[in-house]
């Protein structure tokens, strides 16, 4: 549940002009009622057939196949776009989890979409005050009041499902109480269930996946950040972790009961602002904070921070990175995950096109009996991985942009798009596309592949000679760290 300070509004474009798709409502607030949202969500793959008839009497009339396809797939990308930004909660979520493949649309048609997701990020309906008290006497009880000194009626953040407080606990430590929007669990629900019955238009984008279980593994990854009971172990686990860190600040659990939770609250420079007027020095030290907090995890506490959204971290007076919202947290890594990482990163850096071919066979990347032209893959993979061949690298949206295009090319000779992703990869991949954007816009310069091999030091391997990385193995000790990975994943740590 990613959360905005009020006020904080991104870039409308640089007319500032709203899609004629989305008229202003007058009370301000999404379509909660059940049919109207499972009327809009059910519209989409109505629309992608009549594209789909369309398209066949454009080819009678000359077009070529490609050129179809390609319209084919940015007006549903498009449309995708639009129908989740407007109904804001759940979909609004399943929205920025499919934002990456907003750079793959021309500029022209991104802009409503990105309209759209201002609106939902800024403009999320406030809970009038005796809402507010209903939602917490509901989960605390009827003297609710008397853990408070203060509480303010008036919320101080938003976020896609619910809205947070500043309140001043019992004992004067100044507190953060998130609570859920009433209704908002059903929502959900109905939400995924809509999800689940459309999810086979992502096979525009990618047709060789298996959609079913990745949209699954998406739907739990959503569903969990509803539980608060789950997001407080998680939070607490880092906070634990990263106690007296010099780089980073976790706050501290006060309270958690039904659905609302409070922490301490965390005051600081948005990392928004930062992306918008920071200096270059200051958007180089943050972006790789940000990159430090997701990968130190493996290796820390066993977790992985899925949602490395710029609107969930502050720079504190004191230069730390504090970092908030832990409901995307999951137990990590899975079993074979760092085979997988090494795998792959030799075949990239320091293998051919074969050894690439047979690690995402290996892997689930590839379906079984499913033909694959190792060259075209090793063409079109090894390009992402430029941030890591160099002893600096400077990341930009115009970079991923390049990355993003390659990857979603409609053609039937894209190799990309005849490959699957295994379900269990999911929160890794949001987690990652999530912090390469964020990086992209900060334009982070940085030693990337430094600060991965610090905390993941079986990869060093994978970026130099055989002899080099046995001289570099004996330095970093991969045996221990390996037995310190192990202790990590006998730990009973809550999952999300």
Not at 158 to 169: D, F, K
Not at 476 to 485: N, W, Y
Request: charged content about 25%; proline content about 6%; aromatic content about 8%.
């Amino acid at each position: 549940m990613t959360i905005r300070p009020i006020g904080e509004r991104p870039e409308e474009g640089a007319a500032g002009k709203r899609s004629r798709l989305f008229a202003s409502r007058s009370h301000g607030k999404p379509p909660v009622h059940g049919a109207v949202r499972g009327a809009k969500l059910a519209a989409l793959p109505m629309a992608f057939a009549g594209r789909q008839a369309a398209g066949l009497g454009k080819r009678a009339l000359g077009r070529s196949a490609e050129e179809v396809n390609r319209d084919i797939q940015l007006r549903t990308a498009q449309h995708i776009f639009e129908v989740l930004g407007e109904l804001k909660g759940c979909a609004a979520k399943l929205g920025q989890l499919l934002a990456i493949y907003e750079l793959a649309l021309p500029r022209e048609l991104a802009e409503p979409y990105r309209i759209a997701l201002s609106r939902l990020q800024d403009a999320a309906p406030a809970m009038l005050p005796h809402t507010v008290h209903a939602a917490m006497a509901e989960s605390l009880g009827a003297r609710w009041r008397s853990y408070f000194r203060a509480f303010d009626d008036r919320r101080a953040a938003a976020a896609s499902l619910g809205q947070v407080h500043r309140a001043i606990w019992h004992d004067g430590r100044p507190v953060a109480v998130k609570v859920m929007y009433p209704g908002g669990r059903q929502a959900v629900a109905r939400d995924l269930d809509h999800l689940r019955r459309i999810s086979y238009l992502a096979a525009v984008f990618l047709p060789g996946a298996d959609i079913a279980a990745v949209t699954e593994a998406i739907c739990a990854s959503v569903a969990g950040e509803l539980d608060y009971a789950a997001e407080a172990d998680h939070q607490r686990a880092f906070a634990a972790a990263y106690a007296d860190d010099p780089d980073f600040y976790v706050p501290n659990v006060i309270a958690q009961q039904g659905d609302v939770l409070i922490s301490e609250w965390l005051d600081g420079t948005p990392v928004p602002r930062v992306v918008a007027s920071g200096t270059k020095a200051e958007r180089d030290r943050v972006g790789m904070l940000m990159v430090r907090f997701v990968t130190s995890g493996w290796a820390r506490h066993g977790l992985l921070y899925a949602d490395p959204h710029p609107g969930n971290f502050r720079v504190l007076a004191d230069g730390r990175l504090g970092v908030m919202d832990f409901g995307a947290c999951c137990a990590w890594p899975p079993e074979g995950f760092g085979e997988l990482t090494l795998d792959c990163c030799k075949a990239i850096f320091r293998g051919s096109p074969g050894d690439l071919a047979d690690a995402t066979r290996r892997h689930g990347f590839v379906e079984n009996g499913r033909a694959l032209d190792s060259d075209a893959l090793y063409a079109a993979i090894t390009p992402c991985g430029e941030p890591f061949r160099h002893q600096t690298y400077r990341l930009t949206t115009r970079w991923l942009r390049r990355q993003v295009l390659r990857a979603t090319n409609p053609r039937l000779t894209n190799v990309v798009r005849q490959m699957t992703m295994p379900a269990y990869f999911t929160p890794f991949a949001r987690s990652f596309l999530t912090l390469v954007g964020v990086l992209g816009q900060l334009e982070t310069e940085g030693p990337y592949r430094d600060e991965i091999v610090r905390w993941i030091p079986e990869l060093s391997e994978a970026f130099v000679s055989d002899e080099t990385a046995r001289t570099a193995a004996q330095t970093v000790d991969l045996a221990a760290a390996r037995r310190r990975r192990a202790e990590v994943g006998k730990r009973d740590v809550p999952t999300g």
